[in-house]
């Protein structure tokens, strides 16, 4: 069975501190995407990764994908009071099954 | 366009009651996903659907059934409503592999 460990699972930080979010596994996974999730709503996609090692930027949000595309890492500078939300990471297994699965979820609260 | 719709939005069911879940897209989309999201958690895979005709359990299959007829339509069906059941239920679709899970806005059910 893939698991998918999102750390930490509550982050609450001041407006402009910078913040790591991470996700992990003991499985390999074909790609692995980040959403982010008002209440009421469902997720949102932030990106997706695919290649071992890759690092995508998204303005103040850095992606990265493990070299052995078990783990990947959200990191936020200068965190803004806009950015709370749930982040979820979803992974697609190696086998091409087309099936996703989700992290834990890590709830970020951004006080001004 | 409409993008994933489900319906209804709420709904309070009796134990042992059954009902079914409506999902459609209007993306010609081949994957389809049913997820269920307990409070403050990440989302667990029920189903999903690779094309018309076609399903396979996810992570938390028991209790729960689909059908995929048309491409369009992709319903969760319960049979036998349990307190256990009582989530928010999120139906997503993707084009292909890698692309982003676009969701519908979720039905919260309650089961008392």
């Known amino acids: 069975t893939q698991l998918l460990e999102q750390s930490p699972q509550f982050l609450s930080i001041q407006e402009g501190e910078n913040l790591t979010v991470y996700c992990n596994s003991s499985?390999?996974?074909?790609?692995l995407q980040w959403y982010r999730q008002e209440p009421g709503e469902g997720p949102v996609l932030l990106v997706t990764?695919?290649?071992?090692?890759e690092v995508k930027k998204l303005k103040r949000l850095t992606f990265q994908f493990g070299d052995a595309r078990k783990d990947s890492s959200l990191h936020i500078t200068a965190a803004q009071p806009g950015d709370t939300g749930l982040y979820l990471c979803?992974?697609?297994?190696?086998?091409?099954?087309?099936?996703?699965?989700f992290g834990t979820g890590t709830r970020l609260k951004v006080l001004a | 366009n409409a993008g994933v719709t489900q319906t209804p939005k709420f709904r309070i069911l009796k134990i042992g009651q059954s009902m079914t879940l409506q999902c459609t897209q209007d993306?010609?989309?081949?994957?389809m996903y049913w997820y269920r999201q307990d409070p403050g958690m990440g989302l667990k895979l029920i189903y999903y659907?690779?094309?018309?005709?076609?399903?396979d359990k996810g992570e938390v299959p028991n209790g729960y059934n689909v059908s995929r007829s048309t491409t369009e339509d992709f319903p969760l069906r319960l049979e036998l409503a349990a307190p256990s059941q009582t989530s928010v239920y999120f139906c997503?679709?993707?084009?292909?592999?890698?692309?982003?899970?676009?969701f519908g806005n979720g039905t919260r059910l309650t089961v008392t």
């Open positions: 997503a679709s993707s084009g292909q592999e890698v692309e982003p899970l676009h």
């Open positions: 499985s390999v996974f074909s790609s």
């Open positions: 990764v695919v290649t071992g090692g």
């Open positions: 979803a992974g697609a297994a190696d086998s091409g099954t087309y099936k996703y699965i």
């Open positions: 993306m010609n989309h081949n994957y």
């Open positions: 659907s690779v094309g018309a005709g076609i399903t």
